[in-house]
Structure formats: C-alpha cells, structure tokens
C-alpha cells in the first residue's frame, strides 16, 4: 500500500504545510523508500535549504537521518525525535494503515537548547565552507527539548485526525 491509497497527495501537502505552521520546521511526508511524496519545500532556516540545494548532502546528512530514524519509528510504532549528524532536531513519526508501515511524516531544522551545529561535519559532506556554514548556524532558531516533543505530539494527533477522519489504519 502507498501513501496515496490511503490519502490524495493534497491531502499530504496540507499536512506539511499544518506543520511547518505550528513548528516553523522543515515539514516532509516520506513514502517508505524515504522519497517525499509533495514536491513542496519550505524550510525553517537558511543553514537546512543549503544543505538541501546539494545533493551529496541531501544524502549524507538528511537522508541518512531520516532512513535511521524512519526505522526507529516504525520499530517502535511511535515518533522519534533526534539529531541529524548536522546537530539539528529532527522528528520522524510513522505512518500505517493497519499493521503495515507506509511512510513517516516529521520535520526538522532547529537547534535544541544547548545544542551545537556541527560545522565541520557540514563542510565534510557537503563542501560548503565552514564559515559559510557558522553565518548560517547563527540563524537557526532554537527550541526546548519538551517543544520538540510538543511537535512530535502535534503530528501524530494531526496524522490519526487525518486517517480516522478517512477511515482507513492507524498512524
């Protein structure tokens, strides 16, 4: 089963752009091969865009992120929230429609308090200059440990709304 039997690829979009309204974060709904499946793309800072716009660290920071936690989430039937290897938050809820696993929907972008953007790592997998990435990390809002929870909390209240609303599995 496919995101799309179960809800319109605008009904999807809709959600991202619920939840990029209530955490200002990167939002994504991720079929399970961690593709996504609305073309939109907002972002919550300029440091998560520029990472986005090269595909060598799409892969090695986002992707790599994602696929990890995806299964975490879909292990453990619940949301997972983490740091990519850039030390952003990211949120990975999961997706079913009965027992089967169909993708995630989460966000990602701000720094949890206390934490630190890894610049170096940045550089090494995507070669944007250190500096440029320093400039760009000043930028990144911050948040709490228990708002990114609240977030986490807000999906998945938004994804069983959506698919009770539908009838069709569980998230």
Partial sequence: MELTDVLPVEDWAELEREIYGKTGMRPRVYDVEGVGVTDQSMYGNKLCARIQSIPKAQTFICAVAHNNMAVMARNTRGPVVEECDAGLSKIVVPIFAGDEFIGAAGACGKLVED??????MINRSSGIPEEEVEELAAEVPSVTRSEVESFAAF????????LRHRGQGDA
């Fill in 115 to 120: 934490g630190e953007v890894d610049a170096f």
């Fill in 155 to 162: 999906i998945q209240e938004r994804l069983d709304d959506r």
